[in-house]
């Protein structure tokens, strides 16, 4: 079966946008096989994404299709895969229901202090390195240090959360799945969940385990599922829309310019930062619970299907000039953090560190530029995550 890496060679493209471009036109549901030979529906346009999101008979319930049973132990599969992304109907409202009790849009405001301050701290630290990089220094630390300290992580824990949440986005659907780090990583959150349930504090997991609804309250394995959901979610998200949109500032100088001297239009360039370069690719693998017809082909019972929001987001029947970054588009109905039932629970953190960091960066450093600015940006490897490896500059005050 046609492969990703086919397609590339088949339409003699390099970027993934050249790709969709052609798939949108000439197949907009293309059948594929994943690098570790699972086959699905590639789905490309924006209108059936979006339908895609939104039924109900796509069900993101993938169980080991996407991962072999064997490869991990169902102890493991258990802890990490009962989370929000992973269930369906009544089961879905439920762990929505008590996540969403406490992980309130109050908490996330209060949150605002320390975003400032860690991005402050951050930038100070960035501006006396020799040779700064905006992956390196902000974009990655800063989410990571936000989710940690919402859930509780313990500082000298943290760059093990980093190394582990890359390795894991690094193997999905391929033949490389790292089973020792993801068990790990899992063994690790398990313990802390134990630790939080002995000697709770005032964090996210804390009030997670103690949330209840009525007599319902989250399982031991909904509670590690949750915290891997909101780490390799909350965080990866979050550092690819920082990446993404700092290159995208400093390749549109007037922007920044105008963003700096207006800060009051950054919300609406974090959007058309999310629509044009989405730091996800791909909502979560569904499969079909019954035959249906999506995009006028036939998707049988049990195939799996990949919604691709990068291509939606480029989609010109709905986005007009779609190529082109508008950071006053209006409106503005991308669709990077999903959409339906499914809408990612963690957007506003994403966009309250997105606004703060990119606000502080025009602030502190007007002048900033890349370091070499004819360089070819490096991307991440895989199919999960849509963002830069490095982006070195010059932070000119």
């Known amino acids: 079966m046609t492969t990703f890496a086919d397609l590339y060679t088949e339409y003699g493209v390099t970027s993934p946008h050249e790709l969709f471009d052609q798939l ?47 490869i991990l132990p169902a102890e493991i599969r258990a802890s990490m895969g009962t989370h929000m992304l992973r269930v369906d109907g009544d089961d879905h409202t439920r762990l929505r229901r008590l996540v969403s009790s406490v992980f309130t849009a109050r908490r996330i405001e209060k949150l605002r202090p320390m975003v400032e301050r860690m991005t402050s701290d951050l930038l100070d630290a960035m501006a006396a390195t020799e040779h700064p990089d905006m992956i390196r220094d902000l974009a990655f630390p800063l989410p990571m240090q936000v989710i940690c300290e919402l859930l509780g992580v313990p500082i000298a824990d943290r ?18 799945f790292p089973v020792d780090v ?41 509670l590690t599922s949750m915290c891997f959901l909101l780490i390799i979610a909350g965080y990866e998200t979050t550092v690819n829309l920082i990446g993404n ?17 207006h800060h009051d239009h950054i919300p609406a360039a974090v959007e058309e930062f999310l629509r044009f370069e989405s730091p996800v690719p791909g909502a979560s693998f569904r499969v079909a619970t019954e035959t249906l017809e999506l995009g006028g ?25 779609s190529h082109r970054l508008d950071a006053e588009r209006t409106p503005n109905q991308h669709i990077a953090f999903g959409y339906g039932v499914h809408y990612c629970l963690g957007a506003p953190l994403a966009r ?16 900033m530029e890349r370091t070499d600015p004819t360089a070819d940006l490096k991307w991440r490897p895989g199919l999960v995550m849509r963002g830069l490896t490095e982006l070195p500059v010059r932070l000119t005050p």
């Open 182 to 222: 993801v068990t790990e990583f899992v063994m690790y959150l398990r313990d802390l969940v134990a630790h939080k349930r002995t000697e709770p504090d005032d964090k996210l997991l804390s009030a997670m385990i103690s949330a209840r609804d009525n007599e319902d309250r989250l399982t031991e394995n909904e």
């Open 245 to 261: 949109g700092a290159y995208l500032l400093l390749d549109n100088p007037e922007l920044a310019d105008r963003l700096r001297h």
């Open 24 to 70: 949108r036109d000439d197949r907009p549901l293309s059948q594929i096989s994943l690098p570790n030979g699972v086959p699905l529906w590639l789905v490309t346009r924006y209108a059936d994404c979006r339908t895609a999101l939104g039924d109900a008979r796509l069900s993101n319930r993938i169980g080991a299709r996407v991962v072999a049973k064997e």
């Open 159 to 176: 760059d093990r959360f980093r190394a582990w949440s890359n390795s894991y986005l690094a193997g999905v659907g391929t033949q490389n």
């Open 352 to 367: 309250l560190e997105a606004q703060i960091a990119f606000r502080q960066l025009l602030e502190r450093f007007p002048k």
């Open 297 to 321: 082909e036939t998707i049988e019972e049990g195939q799996m299907v990949l919604i691709s929001l990068l291509s939606a987001n480029r989609d010109q029947e709905l986005f007009t000039d």
